[in-house]
């Protein structure tokens, strides 16, 4: 049976996926379209948008691997579009995105139900947009309800992966560029790409030996800080849960 750490290792990919794939939809798209944004505009406005309508400086503050011009560049421009009216916008595409994606998954109702105590009692301490996002009221329907609470699950890891990268001394493009080289839920996506992608300017420095140790060991500090928010599920939930997780990696 799954100890906490070991549910935390397993479930990281396909929730990573599953709650951050709709952020690159064409549901996300249409919504581009039609308020006229581009799409770092509605991500940053969307996502970021729980923390209300602040300056571009706090947005840079959550927003780790993303270079702070793009951060600002992007928040301001998305300001036609109101904070509040934001998240709820991007909350939707979520939704939807999980209706289409994991409508014809009949395990969605349980994995919603096995999520929903682990979001509800994990501290959101150093996690602003965890914060935000589990106040944000959940959908009724099983599969827009499953990657909505993956979605919240995600921006957890993701703020204590921001933080470990921190408190290892790395800078946020360190980190990025050394991705590839350990066992992170990227895969085989190259730091290059990734780097490219969060518009970190090029050229881009070869990470050293030193700095590709540092970023692995912040992986498993993430899987270590982790381990204590699945700790509320039992071994046999736990179980479930990663079985219940295997139809999303890789698909």
């Known amino acids: 049976m799954a100890d906490a750490r070991t549910t935390a290792v397993q479930v990281k990919a396909p929730i990573g996926q599953y709650g951050g794939g709709f952020m690159v939809s064409r549901e996300a798209k249409a919504v581009c379209e039609e308020y006229g944004l581009g799409p770092r505009e509605f991500y940053f406005r969307g996502r970021c948008g729980v923390l209300g309508e602040c300056h571009a400086d706090v947005v840079t503050s959550v927003a780790v691997f993303f270079p702070p011009s793009h951060v600002e560049e992007s928040w301001n421009g998305g300001r036609k579009l109101p904070a509040e009216q934001a998240v709820e916008l991007y909350a939707e595409v979520c939704r939807a995105w999980g209706r289409r994606k994991l409508g014809g998954h009949d395990g969605c109702a349980r994995i919603a139900e096995l999520l929903q105590p682990v979001v509800d009692q994990a501290s959101p301490v150093g996690a602003p947009l965890f914060a935000g996002w589990r106040a944000v009221p959940l959908a009724d329907d099983p599969p827009a309800r499953a990657v909505q609470l993956m979605h919240v699950v995600r921006e957890l890891r ?58 692995a060991a912040v992986e498993e500090t ?18 479930e849960l990663i079985g219940l997780l295997r139809f999303g990696h890789g698909r």
């Open 158 to 215: 993701g703020a204590l992966h921001g933080n470990a990268v921190v408190a290892a001394g790395l800078h946020p493009l360190e980190a990025t560029l050394a991705t590839g080289h350990d066992t992170t839920p990227f895969g085989e996506v190259t730091g290059e790409r990734i780097a490219r992608f969060f518009q970190w300017p090029e050229p881009y420095a070869t990470p050293g030996p030193d700095v590709v140790a540092r970023r």
């Open 222 to 239: 993430t899987d270590d800080l982790m381990a204590p928010v699945f700790s509320v599920l039992d071994d046999s939930e736990t179980d």
